[in-house]
């Protein structure tokens, strides 16, 4: 994807072609939720041990949205005292693979916030003309 703006790739995507991985994170994404949030949602009836096997799918979903620009991560060290940093690149990417970021019982938050983007299909319905 290199050279190609996020506007580009978000315009690209289509829901009926996404996981059900990136949805779920996409849904979570749009209400701020935390990456526990994000495998509760996922595996909402799962023990912890299920749950853990399938953080490596959602990290990719994180991964692969963040990097199409409709999603951002942000890491809270005091959450919810403290703005939380926003973070990208190798960084994001160590953090949301890492199994540990996603611990119901962390003394850190992860943040996953995303930005609602309409199909362009559809921008001329949802304008206000």
Do not use: H
């Not at 580009?8 to 990456?35: F, H, I, P």
């Not at 890491?75 to 693979?97: A, K, Q, W």
């Amino acid at each position: 994807m290199t050279g190609m703006k996020s506007d580009d790739v978000a315009g690209s995507l289509k829901w009926a072609d996404l996981t059900s991985e990136k949805k779920c994170v996409l849904y979570n994404a749009a209400t701020s939720s935390l990456l526990q949030d994000v495998l509760l949602d996922w595996e909402p009836e799962s023990s912890a041990s299920e749950l853990v096997s399938q953080i490596p799918r959602l990290a990719s979903a994180v991964v692969d949205l963040t990097s199409a620009g409709l999603v951002e991560v942000y890491l809270y060290r005091d959450f919810p005292n403290d703005d939380g940093d926003f973070i990208l690149g190798d960084e994001m990417r160590s953090t949301v693979e890492n199994t540990a970021a996603w611990n119901l019982e962390s003394d850190r938050e992860i943040l996953v916030e995303g930005e609602l983007r309409p199909n362009p299909i559809y921008a001329d319905a949802l304008s206000t003309k």
